[in-house]
């Protein structure tokens, strides 16, 4: 008794940490639009450094690329990481649920 009572509550607890996990994902993506809105704030400011001459506007259009480029392969970094922990996640609860069915 004492053990199907131990393992529905590491069912519960491990459902727990899926729903957390999928929420995290899901509210990291939802955040996308912070990255829109800085890499349209650098274009912009590149164009207001070409519209006005600065004398430094290439340089400051190529960092501005840079900053943006850089942002977006973070972005995208942190969403992988997390989709994969999501991933691994689900097959080590399918693995217990298989060996817990076999045995």
């Avoid at 009572?5 to 899901?26: A, F, I």
Wanted: overall charge positive.
């Amino acid at each position: 008794m004492d053990l199907t009572q131990n393992h529905l509550k590491d069912m519960t607890s491990e459902e727990g940490q899926k729903q957390l996990l999928e929420k995290k994902l899901e509210a990291h993506r939802n955040r996308k639009w912070i990255v829109n809105l800085i890499c349209a704030i650098a274009l912009i400011a590149a164009t207001l450094c070409f519209y006005l001459r600065l004398p430094q506007a290439v340089i400051i259009t190529v960092s501005l690329i840079f900053i943006c480029a850089i942002i977006r392969i973070l972005y995208r970094t942190l969403d992988k990481n997390r989709e994969l922990r999501l991933k691994r996640f689900k097959q080590e609860q399918r693995k217990s649920t298989f060996k817990l069915y076999r045995s």
